[in-house]
């Protein structure tokens, strides 16, 4: 059993305590839940007046994680600006591959940038896909700036009228706010 199985077979018989949630807390952020779900989890946890916290806990993760699916909304002004982030090794690249192709295949004037700059290998990757596929990549030198060159991307872009610019990035999580601040 994991340690989420674990932590849940814990409260099968009894109510958790305060210490017990922070656990559980610490347990859901370092699962890349990220702070506002695993706070909304917990309130509901919280307000659950059940003697067995398992049921509450699996139904509260249920109702969070099984979201309806959203459409994207597209810009009507310039390029609609798709940027993947994500920890590394989950599948980026290959995500913003098949993303363009979708969008490709749709008629959509499509842009990929490869801002994974530290990764080995990365930049070929993306451009690899991008000429199975037929979508232009735009890239830099190894280990250049990423920020530089999803700039460099967007004004490439913008000005020659590209429908979608979809932006790979190198791994990082959420909670690594300098990581996140590299690309805002």
Not at 164 to 171: M, N, Q, R, S, Y
């Amino acid at each position: 059993m994991g340690l989420f199985g674990s932590f849940l077979s814990k409260f099968s018989k009894s109510k958790a305590t305060i210490e017990d949630l922070e656990q559980f807390r610490q347990i859901l952020i370092s699962s890349d839940l990220g702070v506002k779900i695993t706070d909304e989890i917990l309130d509901l946890v919280k307000r659950e007046k059940s003697e067995s916290l398992s049921p509450a806990i699996a139904a509260s993760l249920k109702s969070r994680l099984t979201t309806s699916a959203r459409t994207l909304k597209v810009s009507s002004v310039g390029p609609t600006v798709i940027l993947i982030v994500g920890v590394n090794g989950t599948g980026k690249t290959t995500s913003a591959a098949k993303l363009a192709n979708h969008y490709a295949r749709s008629g959509k004037k499509v842009l990929l940038v490869a801002a994974d700059t530290f990764r080995a290998a990365a930049v070929a990757q993306l451009q690899t896909w991008g000429q199975r596929i037929g979508v232009e990549v735009l890239s830099g030198a190894s280990n250049s700036d990423p920020a530089a060159i999803a700039f460099d991307g967007a004004k490439r872009a913008k000005e020659e009228g590209f429908d979608f610019l979809i932006v790979d990035t190198a791994g990082r999580l959420h909670t690594k706010s300098n990581l996140m601040d590299e690309l805002g």
